[in-house]
């Protein structure tokens, strides 16, 4: 009966029908809810509200299939998505915060580790996440020290972010670093 189902949702979704095809895709829990394709289904609702930029929607379903199959080898996915989707749902901060975990992922390329930081950098601060910011500028010098020129600039941030905050001591010991550095 899954099987009938996800293909009434594909056929939807090839004819356009966005609500047909994700309702098709959902009714899969409630008519199979030992089904094997249970997780690919609620992950393609999720993609196709993605795709058809339904920020919320997606992030809804995003944030169930990762509580419901924590384990899901399509969760690395599911971290991506969500970021984007809440990035632009607007709702920054918690953006940033799935960059941060996407830039945590161990079998992550190096570079998207490091676009990942710097992304969560730039929503944490315009949302206004001092603290997040001050995590994300710290991790991505100690982290990624080269090129230079990249770690340069968050240790500038990261001596804003002390000036912002009348902490001299810690502004002087960023200046002085990025002195030793260049």
């Given at each position: ?48 509200l993605l795709t058809s930029q ?54 992550e390329d190096v570079d998207v ?44 941030k990261l001596a804003d972010l ?21």
């Amino acid at each position: 009966i899954a099987a009938s189902i996800y293909r009434q949702a594909e056929l939807a979704q090839a004819g356009g029908d966005v609500d047909a095809a994700v309702a098709d895709f959902l009714r899969i829990d409630t008519a199979a809810p030992d089904s094997d394709i249970r997780p690919g289904a609620l992950f393609d609702a999720a993609t196709l509200l993605l795709t058809s930029q339904r920020w919320n929607e997606s992030v809804d379903l995003l944030q169930r299939f990762r509580r419901e199959f924590p384990e899901h080898r399509f969760n690395g996915d599911v971290t991506a998505k969500l970021a984007v989707a809440l990035r632009e749902g607007g709702r920054g901060a918690e953006a940033a915060a799935e960059y941060e975990r996407i830039a945590d992922t161990a079998n992550e390329d190096v570079d998207v580790q490091k676009s990942a930081l710097w992304q969560a950098a730039e929503l944490y601060a315009a949302a206004d996440q001092h603290d997040g910011q001050v995590r994300v500028y710290t991790a991505l010098v100690a982290r990624f020290p080269v090129p230079a020129s990249e770690a340069l600039e968050a240790r500038l941030k990261l001596a804003d972010l002390a000036a912002a905050d009348g902490d001299w001591s810690t502004r002087k010991r960023w200046l002085e670093a990025i002195v030793k550095a260049d």
